[in-house]
Each structure stands twice: as structure tokens, then as C-alpha cells.
């Protein structure tokens, strides 16, 4: 299954932040899409799940989620989004239990989403207990739970220092090399960026347009801190976007 | 630089933080009790008070035993007690259910908002013949107007908690489709709860006030009945032993919920 956006455009009241987005993502790849800050990126992700109307256009989903998809458009929010009262597998718990998949079914994959994100030891610690990375590797485990057919990520790192950005990077491209997944990564870092995509779609400052779609070759994994070649791209993408952003920033003071 | 450390001029910088973070020191709040009624207990001997004005502390407590030996204090408390249980459990189910609608849905929201503005200031003892006349003299009246009392304030505090729930949250339930109901049940009740609970404090507390108005009128018997009759006696001891098992169960109440809110609320940082 892959996803296709049509002439998308969206308004908030009299403000247009999204104009003719045409865009594929294809299955198995990862979208980055970068852009100066307030141009519409979130607002994009939220639009492809259907956590928002665009005003024109139209997401498409096309072919059939994969067998055993129990929510084919998952999020990873920038925010972690978790319960906190409930413990890591009690988070996880919470989005299989409205499907009806018996306790051994749901026990099983519970078991498996921690054993790849690494959280076997964690399942009865809650929330407060866990660093801002781990609290992410929960969400992620838990996005991983529904076996979904896309998995939209808005900023999953930002919240995060720096080092452990680092280390949750390895870790999606290692989920990625043993079982690729569709995703679409919305960033204002670059050099996730370059890290983890497939291709990267630069957005204008607001209204955001699709300004250049740059792809990357090199595999995931191989791709390394100080790579000349990805150093390159960043620098290319940095260019693109250098005076959108300034100029996005000094229409913020303006505003 | 070791010698300008050295140097007259050198003050350590002042400490400017600390304070905001009230903890919880149980003793001290009983030792506030002790020191006020060991105080009033030694006015009240040294003729500084006299008995006219407050009752001796020691006589009061001469009083609750006898009140005690007497088997009258069960007659009076478990009546008292029962009242209290099913108005108060009425009206905070009634209020937590109104006040999670009026969070959730815009129609309920606008309409009863005011409603519930209207009622909150009527001063609900005032009400009691009203209630007497709907549900009669016996039980039902004072549970009435127990539980609409305690309506009211839970209804306020539901909404607000219910507001306060992280719409994030909220919004990642809806990602993963869960069903309305769920997002209800798992995300925006728990969510809730703190609010919930404190303000249970509240209208269990405004509870206890209207279990006295309520047993006014057609009760027999009742710590609220008990301390109408001593009060029209003029019978100071047995009106301060009413009063104070009375706080008591003010106490008890709080410490319930405290305890109810470090079982349900530990997860909070």
C-alpha cells in the first residue's frame, strides 16, 4: 500500500499554509519532509493520517494494508504522547484492546514490539520512570504494535539531546533494515534528514509548496556521521532552505 | 586567580532559592490541635475563659464518653453516617457523569453551564421544605438534599478537570481509532481524575454541612439532630461533642481521599 496526495491546499481561517502539494510516498521508503518552521509540516502529517480535513485536494491510499494491519496511518508525536498512568505495557496494551485479539494474540505482540525496541526489561515501568528516549522507543513500540502501513513521525526527535537523537536514529534505521516500513518524517533537522530518508521533500516558508524533492542512494545503513556525501546534501538542502527560513523567521517577528 | 578568591571583597553569593514546595508533615497538623485545646483547656481552669463563653475541652470529652457508655453515639452516628454515604455517593456520581458531558459535548456545555452557575449560589438548606414536600419527611428528603448539594460543586470541578485533559492525548487515541468510548473511558477519565478527586474534597466536605440542615427537619436522630437539640438547650458540652465528631469526620473524608488519590494517582511526577 502507498499513498498519494492530490493538489492539496489548506487553510486556517483566512491563512493559507499548505498549497498544491502533490506528492507520492511510496511503500517501503521514508519521506522527510524539512521546511522553515511554521510552514505546514505537522499540518501536512496531520492531513495524510486524517487527523484533519485538507480544504482542497486529496490523500489517497492506494492498494490494501498489509494482512494483520490493525491501524494501516500510525503516528509517532513529537510529545511522546503516553499515558501516564498506565505502564509501558499497559501503553502498548491500550491500542490493541479495541480489536478484540484475545490475551495470548495481544501478550504476543506486546512481547515483540519491546523485544525489537529493546524494552523487554521496562514493561511495568511507568512513564515517569523513563528518559525522554526511552519514553519515545515506547511510542514507537507501540506505533510498531499495529503493524502499520505508514508510520507518520512529527519531529519524534525533537524533544530529545542531541546524543540520544543519535542513538534513536540507529535505532529506527536498524527496524528499518530488518523489516522496511513506509514512512513519512516530518523534521526541522537536517541532518535526520539525511540520515533517515529515502527522499527529502523541501517546503517553502508559509504558504508551504513543495520547493525541491531531493533523493538519497546511499542505504540506510551505511550511512555514517561525516559521510562527505550526505554532508554534501545537507549543505545542498541548507541552501535551499537558508533564506526561506530567515525570511520565515523575520515574518514571525513581523506578525 | 586563588588570590582574588582570597580577597576582602569576596562574599559568597546569597541563596535566593528554595520554598513553594509545601511537604506533608502529618505530626504537626495533630500538634496544632493539641496546643489549641491544651490552651482553651488551660483558660478555661485559670477562669481566663469562662464557662459561659467555651465549654472546658475535659468536659466535653467527659461528655462523648458518656454519649458513648450510653449507646446513644452508634444510635446517632450509623443513621447520620448512612445519610451521608448514599446523598453524598448520589449527588458525586450524578455531578461526575453531568460534568463529563458538559466537557465532551458543545450542546451540553452551553445549555447547562448557566444552569449549573444558577444553582451553585442557592443556599441549598433553604430548599429542604421544597424537598420535604417532593420526597416526604422520612430518608429520601435528606438524601435529596445532601445530594444536591454535593452536585454542584463536583459537576464545576468534573468540567474543568475534563478541559484540563492533554488534548494530545486525546488526539493520539483518535490516531490509533479508538473507539469514542475508549478514548472516554481510558484517556479522559483518568486524565481527569486528579481534578475529580480534589474536587471531591470539596463537596464531601459541603456534604457534612447539609447533613446537619437535613436532619432539622424529621429526624430523631443523627449528629445533625443531636446538635440542634443541645443548641436549643443552650447545652454547650454536648453541642461541642456534636461539632467535633463532626470535624472528625471532616478528617476522616480528607485522609479517604488522600488515600484514594496516592492509590489512583501515583503515576503523577
Redesign the interface.
Known sequence: MHLQLRNIAHNYDDMTVLQNIDLDIPAGKIVCVVGPSGCGKSTLLRLIGGLEMPSAGQVLQVGDPPEGCLNPLTYVFQDFALLPWRTVEANISLVLEDHNLGSERKEAIIADVLSRTKLSDFRKALPKQLSGGMKQRVAIARALAVNPAVLLLDEPLSALDSQTRELLMDDLVSLWSREPFTAVYVTHNLHEAVRLGHFIVVLSRRPGRIQEIVSIDTPLNTRELGDTELETQQQHLWTLMRDEARAADEELIGA | MREETADSSARTVPFRGGGFSPKARRWIGGAVFIVLIAGIELATRSGLITSLTLPRPSDVFSTFVALWESGLLWKHLLPSLSRLAVGAAMGALAGIGVGILIGLFTLVRAGLVPLVAAIFPIPKIALLPLFVIWFGIDEASKYALIAFGTFTPTVVATYGAVDNVDR??I??G??????WF?IVR??VL??A?PGILSGLRVSLAIAIILLVAAEMLGAEYGIGAYILEAGSLYDLERLFVGVAILSILGVLVSTLIGILERRL?????
Open positions: 494530545s492525548l488526539r493520539m483518535q490516531s490509533f481509532s479508538l473507539s475508549s481510558k484517556i483518568p486524565g481524575m494517582l501515583n503515576w503523577r511526577v
